[in-house]
């Protein structure tokens, strides 16, 4: 079993910055792929990148190339999402999620309960 807990979100200004944690107990964390899915209100929950378990393959959508980094610290358990130049279309709920390095939710085994971003224009 892995837990997965998330934090960093809250509410910010567009054109700002918010970085993300989601922090693994359970199950050897430094060998599991990780990533973050996002849902907006009324939508469906959608990729947004993810991690290999060594760090050297990243993945990101479209939509956020450019703007966030994904990164892991695994002596501490954790994987990092570096969010630049927010856009109110990035308001969402942040889902970090262990198990592949997949873009597709069903890879993923493990489900954290979500973090709150919210962009103003």
């Known amino acids: 079993q892995v837990q997965l807990v998330e934090s960093g979100g809250g509410l910010v200004q567009a054109g700002g910055s918010l970085r993300l944690s989601c922090t693994a107990s359970g199950r050897t964390f430094s060998r599991l792929g990780m990533g973050w899915f996002r849902q907006a209100p009324g939508k469906e929950r959608t990729f947004v990148s993810s991690i290999s378990w060594s760090g050297l393959i990243k993945y990101y959508a479209d939509s956020v190339k450019g703007r966030f980094t994904i990164s892991r610290d695994n002596a501490k358990n954790t994987v990092y999402l570096q969010m630049n130049s927010l856009e109110p279309e990035d308001t969402a709920v942040y889902y970090c999620?262990?198990?592949?390095?997949?873009?597709?939710?069903?890879?993923?085994?493990?489900w954290g309960q979500g973090t709150q971003v919210t962009v103003s224009s």
């Open positions: 999620a262990a198990g592949s390095v997949q873009q597709t939710m069903n890879q993923y085994e493990y």
